[in-house]
């Protein structure tokens, strides 16, 4: 059984920052891709950002120059660094790992909030 856990999320006025973290753990094979997804009410569940096990990096265009992604692979965790925060930034966020035999887990999902 493989268990992410997702932390950081919070409260944050808007220009502020918050970092995401998510640790897997359990029965996961070899990670390959990691990534972040938001659901804002209403609104349907869109990629925030992924990271191959190569290291190669995608972005939403809603938050290119104010996110980064990285991964620890050694802890099998991935982060998003979240600058420049705007209200409409605010959703659940959660994370999404991809294993080798493409396998997907996700995690329980965290609350941000932007406040303008």
């Known amino acids: 059984q493989v268990r992410l856990v997702e932390s950081g999320g919070g409260v944050v006025q808007a220009g502020g920052s918050l970092r995401l973290s998510c640790a897997a753990s359990g029965s996961i094979s070899r990670i390959n891709t990691m990534g972040w997804y938001r659901q804002a009410p209403g609104k349907q569940r869109e990629l925030v950002a992924s990271?191959?096990?190569?290291?190669?990096?995608n972005y939403a265009d809603s938050v290119k120059g104010r996110f980064t992604i990285s991964r620890d692979d050694a802890k099998n965790t991935v982060y998003l660094q979240m600058n420049s925060l705007k209200p409409e930034d605010t959703a659940v966020y959660y994370c999404?790992?991809?294993?080798?035999?493409?396998?997907?887990?996700w995690g329980q999902g965290t609350q941000v909030t932007v406040s303008s």
């Open positions: 990271i191959t096990s190569g290291g190669s990096t």
């Open positions: 999404k790992v991809t294993s080798i035999s493409w396998n997907d887990y």
